[in-house]
Nanobody
Framework: VQLVESGGGLVQAGDSLRLSCTTS????????MGWFRQVPGKEPEFVAA????????YYTDSVQGRFTISRDNAKNTVYLQMNSLKPEDTAVYHC????????????????????WGQGTQVTVSS
């Protein structure tokens, strides 16, 4: 199983980025997908998740209204559209998969995810 993130980079505050995460070796359409972010010295933080049916999405409060998670089952890919970026969004962003995940409290728990990608760096300058 492989999850590969892309789309990170260095941007200025107020800019946008779209992260992608493509999976292989697993039935993508049966997986809920989540995005987490981590800064040095801190635990990974939940950012967003989409249920395996794609009918429910969840966000941490600090990105609500700015970030949008979506999925394309035909491409085995989950996206994170990030708008109005802030310096505090700077982190390594990881995607992860959870078999048939649907419940909010499970999708927000990193312990419930089965596989993780290596991450992509997002740096937002002020």
């Amino acid at each position: 199983v492989q999850l590969v993130e892309s789309g990170g980079g260095l941007v200025q505050a107020g800019d946008s980025l779209r992260l992608s995460c493509t999976t292989s070796g697993r039935t993508f359409s049966s997986d809920a997908m989540g995005w987490f972010r981590q800064v040095p010295g801190k635990e990974p933080e939940f950012v967003a998740a989409i249920s395996w049916r794609g009918t429910s999405t969840y966000y941490t409060d600090s990105v609500q209204g700015r970030f949008t998670i979506s999925r394309d089952n035909a491409k085995n890919t989950v996206y994170l559209q990030m708008n109005s970026l802030k310096p505090e969004d700077t982190a390594v962003y990881h995607c992860a998969c959870q078999r048939r995940g649907e419940r909010e409290y499970l999708l927000k728990s990193r312990a419930q995810y089965d596989y993780w990608g290596q991450g992509t760096q997002v740096t937002v300058s002020s």
